[in-house]
């Protein structure tokens, strides 16, 4: 089992910033990648970015150019700094324990217990 706590969440203006942080533990050597997912009202749950254990990521198309999302391996730690929050950012941010293949994030069903993000207008 993998264990993961998140972290950083909160209410922001439009246009602000937030990090959100991700920590894992327990069988840490059945994933290869953690990523961020998120779901808003009345939606489903998306994947925002993926980061692969070598570095590589996946991001949606609309966060592009404005989160990022970075991993320290030797803390188990994965992190996502978003910028240029707007409204449709609002969501519970999902953190997950997954696998990367050929480019693709494929999510295992480790989940963290959400963080909420609220950008105001």
């Known amino acids: 089992q993998v264990q993961l706590v998140e972290s950083g969440g909160g209410l922001v203006q439009a246009g602000g910033s937030l990090r959100l942080s991700c920590a894992a533990s327990?069988?840490?050597?059945?994933?290869?990648?953690m990523g961020w997912y998120r779901q808003a009202p009345g939606k489903q749950r998306e994947l925002v970015a993926g980061?692969?254990?070598?570095?590589?990521?996946k991001y949606a198309d609309s966060v592009k150019g404005r989160f990022t999302i970075s991993r320290d391996n030797a803390k188990n730690t994965v992190y996502l700094q978003m910028n240029s929050l707007n409204p449709e950012d609002t969501a519970v941010y999902y953190c997950?324990?997954?696998?990367?293949?050929?480019?693709?994030?494929?999510?295992?069903?480790?989940w963290g217990q959400g963080t909420q993000v609220t950008v105001s207008s």
């Open positions: 980061i692969s254990s070598g570095g590589s990521t």
């Open positions: 327990g069988s840490t050597s059945s994933i290869n990648a």
């Open positions: 997950n324990g997954g696998g990367y293949f050929g480019g693709t994030y494929l999510p295992y069903n480790y």
